[in-house]
């Protein structure tokens, strides 16, 4: 079974600064995706960044972006130019390409908690 | 513009209760889940669906029923209530896959924070 592992509960980082946040999975699927959630106070899930295994290059998005390495089964995010809006719980999640009954899921990190210092 | 609809957003029961959770999605999406969320530990999978007539357990699934009649509704039912229930509730939906695609990403409806005393 699928697993997804974030190994840094909380993280703090000054804002203007640059933070990378840690993701590790395990799986034994050669296709699958690959995202990044935001989760602020509100309680929203707000998607922040996804990555395509299929694809070698990393994916961008404005101040966000992963360092993808599927041999090592990692997918850390950075996040640069952190601002307070940034302050949130952030999650990692798995989902499978295949759509099968027993394969089609989406599974999510336990988290990190991100605040940042003004 | 709804997205997914999930109520109610507070619930309290008492330990035995029974009571659904909501949810409904105006996107035609095939995939639909439940989740709980519970501090340190992540989102966990409850029960899921392909799609309708289709449900299948997830991670947790002790104490949880789903159902899917239609595509748009996936209702969450406690049976009896339990203390250890207590949690964060969300319902997210998707496309099904059936190949490479972008649009695999999952919406959330706004949670539903159930306490059981």
């Known amino acids: 079974a699928q697993t997804v592992t974030q190994s840094q509960p909380e993280m703090s980082v000054q804002e203007a600064e640059t933070v990378t946040l840690s993701c590790t999975y395990d799986?034994?699927?050669?296709?699958?995706?690959l995202f990044w959630y935001k989760q602020p106070p509100s309680r929203q899930m707000i998607l922040v960044i996804r990555q395509e295994a299929y694809k070698q290059q990393n994916a961008t998005e404005n101040r966000f972006s992963v360092n993808f390495q599927k041999a090592a089964k990692s997918f850390s995010l950075k996040i640069s130019d952190s601002q307070l809006g940034d302050a949130a719980m952030y999650f990692c999640a798995y989902r499978s390409p295949i759509m099968k009954t027993s394969y089609d899921k989406v599974i999510f990190g336990p988290g990190t908690s991100l605040s940042v210092i003004p | 513009n709804a997205g997914v609809t999930q109520t109610p957003k507070f619930q309290v029961l008492k330990t035995g209760q029974s009571m659904t959770l909501q949810c409904a999605q105006d996107?035609?999406?095939?995939?639909m889940s439940w989740y709980r969320q519970d501090p340190g530990m992540g989102l966990r999978l409850i029960h899921y669906s392909v799609g309708a007539g289709i449900t299948d357990q997830g991670e947790v699934p002790n104490g949880y029923n789903v159902s899917r009649s239609t595509t748009e509704d996936f209702p969450l039912r406690l049976l009896s209530a339990a203390p250890s229930q207590t949690s964060v509730y969300f319902c997210a939906s998707s496309l099904g896959l059936a190949g490479p695609s972008m649009n695999t990403e999952a919406f959330f409806g706004q949670g539903t924070r159930l306490t059981v005393v």
């Open positions: 799986t034994s699927e050669s296709d699958y995706y």
């Open positions: 996107m035609n999406h095939e995939y």
